[in-house]
């Protein structure tokens, strides 16, 4: 496990339309350069453009790349581009010692045991038990989940596909809600029926349905503004059951990894409306597990406000796989 790293490391966050990447020269992350995955053919022109006008001649030895898809055997096919992001090519291509590909949400779990209060919003619970497992869930395009643990001074981050597990209904109006969207989508899952964008949506058109109440066309920026704004009672019980639902997944995923360091919010989509969080039933529905109840009301739960939380877990990777 390193402490620290020496020499020049190239971090970047890579999605579908941008690129963002930095140097870290000892210890220090440099200024973040924004790229448009659109104006390169290929992630290594994208990388030699960034190393041409950043590095001033300095070869980076490693390189540590978070990438928004599924990663296998350190290789990604970006869903949203035509750009494929290949470690095992890229190191003797471009003259690295290594390079490592994570998954976005891989990476900002490694972010978490970094975080400063200034980066978080606290959303109830106690302190958490240090070195206990970190847990991050993060509603955006779609509903990412990856879990931090600690052994023997050793981290992994466990990366999942939770988002795509069945959602659960904990009352009699999301059951409704639920068999309403069932019969549009077949498998209604966490992600598409609940806790993403396209799944704000879902919810705000099921609860319509189910009230016989004919709404506008809203996308998921629209029926937040509306709920917040007070302009539309369909969109405000939108937003109300989505921080619930929030909630309800949440507590089930921290009894599932038994996540006692914490839970943390991530993603897109949260950070727009925090206070209207903090207000809602998320933490009553986060603790409501019956007999687990207790065990639950010790975990704390905390809001993700820090924009480049990435930069920070692919710090905290390099320096823990450092030599």
């Known amino acids: 496990m390193g402490i620290g790293t020496t020499g020049t490391i ?20 440099g200024p973040i350069d924004y790229v448009k995955v659109a104006d390169f053919p290929t992630v290594r022109e994208a990388i030699a453009d960034v190393l041409a006008r950043r590095a001033g001649g300095e070869q980076p030895q490693r390189a540590v790349l978070a990438v928004a898809g599924p990663v296998t055997n350190n290789r990604c096919v970006m869903t949203n ?13 471009l003259g690295f010692d290594s390079v490592h590909v994570l998954n976005d949400f891989e990476v900002v779990a490694w972010s978490l045991p970094a975080l400063q209060p200034a980066d978080l919003i606290p959303l109830g619970g106690g302190d958490g038990l240090p070195g206990e497992p970190l847990l991050v869930v993060g509603p955006g395009t779609g509903f990412g989940v990856s879990c931090l643990i600690e052994r023997h001074g050793s981290r992994l981050a466990v990366v999942t596909e939770a988002g795509h597990a069945t959602l659960p209904a904990e009352n009699e109006r999301e059951e409704r809600v639920i068999a309403c969207l069932r019969r549009r989508l077949g498998h209604v899952s966490i992600e598409r029926g609940a806790l993403s964008g396209s799944g704000l949506q879902n919810l705000y058109e099921a609860l ?11 996308d998921a920026a629209a029926i937040t503004k509306a709920a917040l704004e007070g302009s539309c009672p369909v969109s405000r019980a939108t937003l109300e059951m989505f921080c619930a639902i929030l909630g309800s997944v949440a507590g089930n995923l921290a009894v599932t990894f038994g996540a006692r360091g914490g839970v943390y919010i991530a993603g897109g989509i949260v950070p727009r409306f925090r206070e ?23 975990i704390p739960t905390r809001l993700v406000i820090k924009p480049d939380a990435s930069f920070v877990g692919l710090k905290m990777f390099a320096d823990h796989t450092a030599d």
């Open 208 to 218: 319509g349905e189910i009230d016989g109440v004919q709404v506008p066309h809203r």
């Open 81 to 93: 581009s035509p750009w494929i992001i290949d470690g095992n090519e890229l190191q003797p291509a």
């Open 10 to 29: 190239l971090l970047a966050d890579i999605g579908g339309t941008n690129a963002r990447f930095a140097l870290n020269r000892n210890d220090q992350t």
């Open 276 to 298: 209207f969080l903090a207000a809602s039933a998320f933490r009553a529905r986060f603790e409501a597990k019956g007999r687990f109840q207790d065990y639950l009301r010790d």
